[in-house]
């Protein structure tokens, strides 16, 4: 994200693409993906049929004979990346490709066109590259959304939009600002709120513990930690996970729905609450 984010606010017109590949777990063919897996001759044939099984297990269970990987499976990671390696590498390829991402199956790509070439063509040579690896574009509204054009299909600097990648809102209204997608949002205000129901329906059978467990939940919202036995010394929480954005207006409604929660309790309870 902080490398986007740099490119997008450096000032160049690019054009941008944000887009997504429908069911895409669901959608990769086992016959390619084992051709693959043979082709890299990094795995033992002993490694190749244990794989074999599993994706033909799967999709005996899911009803889907010869496609697809079974979600949550640490394996099915690996093997999608291993999938999707020659179609990266295509979009790489392209003359005027100057940033390509790809988290899973959500994927944004900057242009900085060619003079004399159409931007209007980029979406669909990339939903070209997809369907020669049986895969779709997820070309929906939500999902797929490109930087407006003007009618020779050139980057139009007067247009504005927004676009939301990996958790975060990229607005062009007003130069560029970066705030809390959507889901992301509201996904906060559904926590906030469900760590007072949850006390709300056990304070009357046990009101201490019931008052612990919310002061527990409600730190764990609004505070930071560090992983242990992390390699990297990971730190996650609100700060961590929200450190791209470039204004407040996030946090701020969120610190007015808490204050609200917390000034619906009883005196006793907010004198208790920790600053």
């Known amino acids: ?24 777990f669901e959608s990769i063919p086992h016959d390619r993906l084992l051709q693959k897996l043979k ?7 002993k490694s190749l049929r244990l794989i074999s099984g599993i994706l033909f297990r799967y999709a005996s269970l899911a009803g889907t004979p010869g496609v697809g990987l079974p979600r949550g499976l640490g394996i099915s990671s690996y093997l999608s990346e291993l999938y999707m390696r020659e179609f990266d590498q295509r979009v790489k390829m392209l003359d005027d490709v100057v940033f390509y ?5 959500d994927i944004v790509v900057l242009f900085a066109p060619l003079p004399g070439t159409d931007v209007r063509v980029k979406r669909p040579k990339l939903r070209d590259f997809l369907s020669d690896i049986s895969l779709t574009m997820n070309e929906t509204a939500e999902k797929t959304k490109e930087s407006p054009v003007d009618s020779y299909g050139l980057p139009d600097t007067k247009g504005s939009w927004s676009f939301e990648y990996l958790g975060y809102c990229i ?15 509201a996904r906060y205000k559904n926590r906030v709120s469900g ?14 513990k ?3 467990i919310l002061i527990k939940r409600v730190r764990f919202l609004t505070s930071n930690t560090q992983l242990t036995h992390n390699k990297s010394n990971a730190y996650v929480g609100i700060y961590f996970n929200n450190m791209h954005l470039t204004h407040h207006k996030d946090l701020i409604a969120l610190d007015s729905i808490l204050c609200a ?13 920790p600053s």
């Open 1 to 24: 994200m902080k490398q986007l984010i740099a490119m997008i606010s450096d000032g160049f017109n690019y054009h941008v693409l944000r887009t997504d590949i429908s069911n895409f």
């Open 39 to 45: 082709n890299d001759q990094l795995l033992s044939q």
């Open 101 to 105: 991402a790809r988290y899973v199956d």
């Open 171 to 185: 607005d062009f209204r007003a130069g560029v600002s970066v705030s809390m997608s959507r889901k992301r949002l």
């Open 195 to 208: 760590c007072f129901r949850r006390y709300e329906s056990q304070r009357s059978t046990n009101y201490k």
């Open 210 to 212: 019931a008052y612990r």
């Open 261 to 273: 929660k917390i000034g619906s309790l009883s005196s006793g309870f907010v004198a208790q609450i």
